[in-house]
């Protein structure tokens, strides 16, 4: 029988010496966790979505596709309202808060390639949004700067607005 050597080690010598023995028993197990726990939880969460999330996303997909072309962007724009108003006003607020190049499917670098999507002109938005004078053209606004950008206005405005400025268009509030 061979005999295995004791070694007696000091207090703060175990107290850390457990770890480097648990990795280096348990590597294999540790590295397979973090390769494949990514990739299990995509599986997961691919086959137990839903129909209905299903559904919005890919309505999400065809709303982007639908969009990158200026020509189905305004047949977009016309099923929610055939008023040029409405598109240019939502337009016009795209462009003066920036969403209109920081959408969802922009990239991380958008910030870079287009600095002006980081700043916002609040008097010109303040002024768009006051071109708004009746409550029943409010949703329609909001569903067409939905189309432009797939963001939600109302969230926007909150984010890039004072609370003053925000109080100047009551009807957005």
Known sequence: MAQREITNRTKSQANTVWLFDFL???WILITGIIVFYPLLKK???KFTQDAEEKELENAEKDLRIAVSNPMTKEIELNKIT??????DIAESLAVWLGTNKQTKDAPWFTWITE???NFENENETIKELLKVKQGSTVPLVIGCYYV????????DLK???STSDLKKVPLFN
């Open 43 to 45: 599986w997961y969460d």
């Open 115 to 117: 600095p002006f999507s």
């Open 24 to 26: 280096q028993k348990y």
């Open 148 to 155: 432009i950008t797939r963001r939600d206005l109302k969230a």
């Open 82 to 87: 055939s008023r040029k108003e409405v598109h």
């Open 159 to 161: 984010k890039y607005l």
